[in-house]
């Protein structure tokens, strides 16, 4: 796991001129999202390393803790040894940083589902979520649509 102060460190090394762009920079993945409302009007956001759907109506500072509120989730990698919802679909199928497309995974309610995962979701709190049975996960190019 990397710090973020050492980030932190790096991008101002890199903002100096201290370090070139070719070692301080790095390409990585993105998730296009589109949404669209009740009417029909369309938001465009992006994200780094996952966006999910949920049932929760408020999610404030978008920090989803309810894990039985969770429909949907969308990553550009994963990483069973991660914490955050990436853990969830590393413990399914790893997908690397450098490796072309990301996991999408449909999750169901405890009972629907041929088996649970155990996976780490903030420090400290391990949650229970199963993925449902037939074509849970699949490897795609994370356009949510």
């Known amino acids: 796991m990397r710090k973020p102060t050492i ?3 790096a991008a101002g090394l890199y903002a100096t001129g201290h370090i070139p762009p070719n070692e301080a ?3 990585n993945k993105r998730l ?3 949404i669209r409302d009740a009417k029909g009007n369309v938001r465009h956001d992006i994200a780094l390393v996952d966006a999910i759907i949920s049932h929760e109506q408020f999610i404030g500072a978008r920090a989803l803790w309810k894990i039985d509120q969770l429909a949907a989730v969308y990553v550009s990698y994963t990483d069973p040894q991660a914490i955050g919802m990436s853990a969830i679909a590393g413990l399914l199928d790893p997908v690397a940083r450098n490796e072309r497309g ?3 995974i449909e999750l169901g309610r405890p009972g629907e ?3 649970t995962l155990n996976a780490p979701i903030a420090p400290g709190l391990m949650e229970p979520r199963c993925p449902l049975p037939t074509g849970c996960a699949w490897k795609t190019a994370c356009r949510i649509a």
């Open 102 to 104: 990301g996991l999408a």
């Open 32 to 34: 296009d999202v589109e």
């Open 7 to 9: 980030f932190g460190l």
């Open 25 to 27: 920079l790095a390409s």
């Open 113 to 115: 589902c041929e088996f």
